[in-house]
C-alpha cells in the first residue's frame, strides 16, 4: 500500500468512528534522511532541553528513579548494527548506541507482579512491551544514532529500539517508564487497522532504502538479517 492510500485509509477509520479526520501520524517528506531512513511524526513537539530532561521510570517498582540524561550515559554503553521495518514496507540499517534495560531493572528493583512497561513521550505517543520483550538481547534503548547523539527528529534525547517489530513500537522522545502488571497494546492501534499491539514483522516484501531505489526483496518475518 502506498503512503497516500495508507493515509487516506487511517482518515476513514477515524471518520467513521466520528473522530478527526485528519490523519494523526506525520510523514514531512517522501525522501529519507541522511540515514536512509524517513521520519514519522505525532503530535510534533518543540526540541527537548536535554539539560532539564529527566527519565522518570516509577510504578511497580521498589526504588523510582529519575534519570538525567549524564546518569544514563554513566550506563554500560553498547552499539548494534540492525535494519529498522516500517509498517509502510520501507527499511534501513543504521548503527545504534546506548544501553539495555537490565541495567535499570537492576536500579529500580521492579515489584513481583510487574510483567510489562508503559512507555510515554513527549509527544503523548505510548507503546506496552513485556518486561520479557524489553530484556531481549536486541532491545535497545538508544541514545546515538552513527556514533552521535541522537537529533531531534529521531527521538532525541532518548527512543526504544527493537528491530523485531516495526517502527511504531520503537517510540520516540521517551519521558517516562512505568512498570505494571500487564500490558495493553499500542497507541498505533488507535489511529488505524494496519497496526497489531505486538508489532511483529511479518513475512512478505521490503523495499531497504540504503540499497538503493527501487529495491525489493523478500523477508521471513521477525528481525531482517538476510541483508
Not at 477515524?14 to 514519522?40: C, N, S, V, W, Y
Not at 505494571?180 to 531497504?208: K, N, Q, T, W
Request: hydrophobic share 35%; with cysteine.
Amino acid at each position: 500500500m502506498n503512503r497516500r492510500r495508507f493515509f487516506a485509509a487511517i482518515a476513514a477509520s477515524a471518520t467513521a468512528q466520528g473522530g478527526d479526520t485528519r490523519p494523526k501520524l506525520l510523514l514531512p517528506t517522501d525522501q529519507p534522511d541522511e540515514f536512509k531512513l524517513r521520519i514519522m511524526w505525532y503530535n510534533p513537539v518543540p526540541p527537548i532541553d536535554r539539560s532539564r530532561w529527566r527519565l522518570q521510570v516509577g510504578g511497580l517498582v521498589d526504588k523510582p528513579q529519575s534519570f538525567s540524561l549524564e546518569q544514563l550515559r554513566k550506563l554500560p554503553h553498547e552499539t548494534q548494527n540492525c535494519r529498522m521495518k516500517c509498517v509502510q514496507c520501507w527499511s534501513a540499517r543504521a548503527v545504534w548506541g546506548g544501553f539495555r534495560f537490565g541495567h535499570l531493572l537492576e536500579t529500580v528493583k521492579p515489584l513481583g507482579k510487574a510483567r510489562a512497561l508503559r512507555i510515554d513521550c513527549a509527544d503523548k505517543w505510548y507503546e506496552y512491551m513485556s518486561i520479557a520483550d524489553m530484556l531481549s538481547a536486541r532491545v535497545l534503548l538508544a541514545m546515538d544514532l552513527e556514533g552521535k547523539p541522537l537529533t531531534d527528529s529521531h527521538g532525541a534525547p532518548l527512543r526504544l529500539l527493537d528491530p523485531t517489530r516495526y517502527g511504531y513500537k520503537s517510540a520516540k522522545l521517551i519521558t517516562c517508564l512505568t512498570f505494571v502488571e500487564e500490558g495493553r497494546g499500542s497507541m498505533a492501534c488507535d489511529i488505524g487497522p494496519y497496526y497489531s499491539p505486538g508489532g511483529e514483522i511479518l513475512a512478505g516484501y521490503d523495499h531497504p532504502l540504503d540499497l538503493g531505489r527501487n529495491v525489493r526483496r523478500k523477508i521471513n518475518g521477525g528481525e531482517i538479517t538476510e541483508y
